[in-house]
């Protein structure tokens, strides 16, 4: 009889400035459910209803979101508002407790690289997440304006590139489709 191999999670990151990033991550953890293993993932900045949050309902107990923003859409800068620094750091505690857990597969942390570039977390704060990442799980980092530093620590990189988009021409979010 053949021997199940053991598994070796990685870091994965998906950057950049076009569409999918939170697509491919939620790829990943719909496969994984798939395979009945458990994923949590912790949405930065976004405290508004997206599909997926009804969709992850299907794949419970595999599927777990949970949001660390404010309700409605962020207007997020370089300076940022003391509730959305606070919402974060709760939410990088809580991504760290789910994910030393053992209890989940893959632990993904959406959004993360655009929290740290509007500086409601610290490159040092993730790079400390990441340090403490056990050998079995599977850790995705999305958002633009992933750090030099993500990208040297990661196994896995890939870059959204955008060429084309209608968001230029007007069109706004469409439930389904970008929410």
Same mark, same amino acid.
């Given at each position: ?38 994923v949590y993932i912790g949405q930065f900045l976004k405290g508004q209803m997206y599909g997926e949050l009804l969709s992850a309902k299907s794949f419970s107990p595999y ?36 994910? +030393?857990? !053992? =209890?989940?597969?893959?632990?993904? &942390? #959406?959004?993360?690289?655009?929290? $740290?570039?509007?500086? %409601? +977390?610290? !490159? =040092?704060?993730?790079?400390?997440? &990441? #340090?403490?990442?056990?050998?079995? $799980?599977?850790?995705? %980092? ?8 993500? &990208? ?28």
């Open positions: 009889m053949k021997e199940k191999k053991e598994f070796k999670g990685y870091i994965q990151v998906y950057t950049g400035n076009g569409k999918g990033k939170t697509t491919a991550a939620l790829g990943v953890a719909f496969r994984a459910a798939g395979h009945k293993q458990k599927i777990t979101i949970d949001q660390f923003g404010r309700s409605g859409f962020i207007h997020v800068t370089k300076d940022p508002d003391e509730e959305d620094i606070k919402k974060a750091k709760k939410g990088l505690k809580k991504c760290l407790e789910a994910m +030393l857990s !053992e =209890k989940y597969r893959i632990i993904v &942390l #959406d959004e993360i690289n655009v929290a $740290v570039y509007f500086n %409601l +977390l610290t !490159e =040092k704060e993730v790079l400390e997440f &990441l #340090d403490q990442k056990p050998e079995k $799980v599977e850790i995705i %980092l999305t958002g633009r304006y992933a750090p030099a530093s993500f &990208l040297k620590r990661a196994d896995l990189v890939t870059e959204m590139k955008e060429k084309k988009h209608y968001y230029k021409k007007g069109v706004k979010a469409r439930e389904g489709i970008e929410k």
